[in-house]
């Protein structure tokens, strides 16, 4: 069962994430800012993976440490959901059009963390969301997974779909990367014998 739950207390905020790997795409979530449920939702839904997060934040201040603790939470999970990450396909990538928005996201489960991060959102908030917080959530992400992930904004200048878009297309990359690789599921995808 490639499953992981993550808690996390701060003087900041109080987190429980639960990720199931191969799970249907059903969510839970309640991170007190809802531009950031829907991203999350949408990032279980097209991933395919179940995903459960309840967290209370320092919301009077902003949505910083919300975001930037859940994005360490979510990577967490992956990392401890894969284990040794024997048998994964370990790259994955994804072109996903959202309407007149083009992104693409690749991903190498790697074992080290690296963010290329190409969006230029045009707006500085969406509804009451700070847009400069996708890429802090990303960069959060990426440590915790332990993965290089590109994001990159091919087209677009409506930035509600240009996140929207990088969400379901890293939920995209990463279902490819986590994959089992049946011909290969005993083995860890690395010359070097470890991830």
Request: with cysteine.
């Amino acid at each position: 069962m490639r499953k992981s739950e993550i808690i996390r207390k701060t003087a900041e905020t109080d987190i429980k994430l639960v990720l199931d790997l191969d799970g249907n795409g059903k969510s839970n979530i309640d991170t007190g800012c809802g531009f950031l449920d829907h991203m999350l939702t949408l990032f279980a839904s097209h991933g395919c993976f179940d995903l459960d997060v309840k967290c209370v934040g320092d919301m009077h201040v902003d949505a910083h440490h919300t975001a930037e603790d859940i994005g360490i939470c979510l990577g967490k999970a992956f990392t401890d959901a894969l284990g040794d990450k024997k048998g994964i396909v370990r790259y994955g990538f994804m072109i996903l059009p959202m309407d007149e928005a083009l992104i693409l996201a690749s991903t190498d489960l790697s074992g080290r963390g690296y963010l290329g991060y190409g969006l230029d959102i045009p707006t500085q908030r969406v509804g009451d969301f700070d847009t400069e917080l996708v890429e802090e959530f990303w960069l959060a992400f990426i440590r915790e997974a332990k993965c290089a992930l590109h994001i990159k904004q091919l087209d677009g200048k409506n930035s509600h779909h240009i996140i929207e878009g990088a969400f379901k297309a890293v939920a995209r990359a990463f279902k490819a990367a986590v994959a089992i690789d049946e011909k290969r599921k005993d083995e860890i995808p690395s010359t070097k014998g470890v991830l």
